[in-house]
């Protein structure tokens, strides 16, 4: 008899290739001392094994875990001495949501006009993040799925590895070297720490699914972390070796994405694709310029906070290379917050303007 709990260690034992490959590919990019190299590693290997014809399989209930140990690494951003400067972040957020809005309106309009999509696959392909819960809402929707899975894994596929590369370019960012010492890869916290990170991790995918946040298991254990942290309780944080780990299945999860694909099947999404990711993140990074320029922000920490790709990806970005977390959470939250409570709005509009 198959139980429940058989069933997951076949899914794990199937899975285990998968993970093997986009550890090698890490090992290979941290050999090369590329930026990010377990999470562009891993990612590059299993997107071109996927594209080449092989069936990767998905991490499936890893990718939860992974959301979740990352909530908590975003959380301990927000520790007692941070300072916020509430105005410049109040500036920012309005011209994160202008710039959300403008790329919103290029996005359906490319895959209307341009594309030729139809109006629910374009609304959807087109919201910039929030891959996971955008997909649950487009399944209801009617839209072509394999159309918008493809948009945002190529948007998601493009941005990062184009990010690590064009940060330094702005003079802002200094990319950390891949530090190569077994002791800073074996260091753990200690009992008591490690039992608050897994109660903050727990309590906060509780707290997600209770308040019905979207990407609950990433946002809810980064706000029970944010709280553990501000309030001086703990100021633990996440070993090293796991944070590779994440990365890894984060770049494993986007590579897997284009499993069961070839590129002359998937040619035209592919190409619209491309084009459309390049249109927003033209859009995202002249409005990344302007906050600088308006508030002060710093260019690398507003590129992070408004490209147009997902929360968790763009976050743990922002977390491994030390470019203010907080800030990049913070956006994120609320962009991806708003889009999916306007989303069905939008949706019944466009029906009745189409009409």
Same mark, same amino acid.
């Given at each position: 008899?198959? !139980?429940?709990? /058989?069933?997951?260690?076949?899914?794990?034992?199937?899975?285990?290739?998968?993970?093997?490959?986009?550890?090698?590919?890490? %090992?290979?990019?941290?050999?090369?001392?590329?930026?990010?190299?377990?999470?562009?590693? %891993?990612?590059?290997?299993?997107?071109?094994?996927?594209?080449?014809?092989?069936?990767?399989?998905?991490?499936?209930?890893?990718?939860?875990?992974?959301? &979740?140990?990352?909530?908590?690494?975003?959380?301990?951003?927000?520790?007692?001495?941070?300072? $916020?400067?509430?105005? *410049?972040?109040? *500036?920012?957020? +309005?011209?994160?949501?202008?710039?959300?809005?403008?790329?919103?309106?290029? /996005?359906?309009?490319?895959?209307?006009?341009?594309?030729?999509?139809?109006?629910?696959?374009?609304? @959807?392909?087109?919201?910039?993040?929030?891959?996971? !819960?955008?997909?649950?809402? %487009?399944?209801?929707?009617?839209?072509?799925?394999?159309? &918008?899975?493809?948009?945002?894994?190529?948007? $998601?596929?493009?941005?990062?590895?184009?990010?690590?590369?064009?940060?330094?370019?702005?003079?802002?960012?200094?990319?950390?070297?891949?530090?190569?010492?077994?002791?800073?890869?074996?260091?753990?916290?200690?009992?008591?720490?490690?039992?608050?990170?897994?109660?903050?991790?727990?309590?906060?995918?509780?707290?997600?699914?209770?308040?019905?946040?979207?990407?609950?298991?990433?946002?809810?254990?980064?706000?029970?972390?944010?709280?553990?942290?501000?309030?001086? $309780?703990?100021? +633990?944080?996440?070993?090293? !070796?796991?944070?590779?780990?994440?990365?890894?299945?984060?770049?494993?999860?986007?590579?897997?994405?284009?499993?069961?694909?070839?590129?002359?099947?998937?040619? @035209?999404?592919?190409?619209?694709?491309? $084009?459309?990711?390049?249109?927003?993140? &033209?859009?995202?990074?002249?409005?990344?310029?302007?906050?600088?320029?308006?508030?002060? !922000?710093?260019?690398?920490?507003?590129?992070?906070? @408004?490209?147009?790709?997902?929360?968790?990806?763009?976050?743990?970005?922002?977390?491994?290379?030390?470019?203010?977390?907080?800030?990049?959470?913070?956006?994120?939250?609320?962009?991806?917050?708003?889009?999916?409570?306007?989303?069905?709005?939008?949706?019944?509009?466009?029906?009745?303007?189409?009409?």
């Amino acid at each position: 008899m198959n !139980t429940p709990l /058989s069933s997951r260690f076949t899914a794990l034992a199937r899975f285990l290739p998968t993970l093997f490959l986009g550890l090698a590919g890490g %090992a290979i990019a941290f050999r090369l001392n590329l930026p990010l190299p377990w999470l562009l590693g %891993a990612m590059i290997a299993t997107t071109i094994t996927s594209l080449g014809g092989a069936r990767l399989r998905s991490p499936g209930r890893g990718r939860k875990g992974v959301l &979740v140990v990352i909530g908590v690494m975003l959380g301990s951003a927000f520790h007692q001495g941070l300072k $916020i400067d509430v105005a *410049a972040w109040s *500036a920012s957020l +309005a011209i994160m949501l202008l710039a959300t809005a403008v790329m919103m309106a290029f /996005s359906v309009w490319f895959s209307r006009r341009v594309a030729g999509y139809s109006l629910e696959t374009s609304l @959807y392909a087109g919201v910039p993040g929030g891959v996971s !819960t955008v997909t649950l809402m %487009a399944l209801e929707s009617g839209a072509d799925l394999r159309v &918008v899975g493809m948009t945002h894994a190529v948007r $998601i596929l493009i941005l990062l590895l184009a990010i690590p590369l064009a940060l330094p370019l702005f003079g802002h960012v200094s990319m950390p070297e891949n530090r190569t010492d077994i002791a800073h890869w074996l260091w753990l916290p200690d009992a008591m720490d490690a039992a608050w990170l897994v109660a903050a991790g727990l309590a906060g995918a509780w707290l997600g699914k209770r308040l019905r946040l979207p990407s609950a298991l990433l946002f809810g254990p980064a706000l029970a972390s944010a709280a553990l942290h501000l309030s001086g $309780i703990s100021d +633990a944080s996440v070993p090293p !070796t796991l944070i590779a780990l994440a990365q890894v299945l984060i770049g494993v999860s986007v590579g897997v994405r284009f499993t069961g694909t070839s590129l002359t099947s998937v040619g @035209y999404s592919l190409a619209m694709g491309i $084009i459309q990711a390049l249109g927003l993140v &033209v859009i995202a990074s002249l409005a990344a310029w302007g906050a600088q320029l308006l508030t002060g !922000t710093s260019i690398a920490a507003a590129l992070l906070a @408004y490209m147009p790709g997902g929360a968790p990806e763009l976050s743990l970005v922002a977390l491994s290379l030390g470019i203010d977390p907080a800030f990049v959470t913070a956006h994120h939250l609320l962009r991806i917050s708003l889009l999916v409570l306007c989303l069905p709005l939008l949706l019944s509009i466009g029906r009745r303007l189409s009409a």
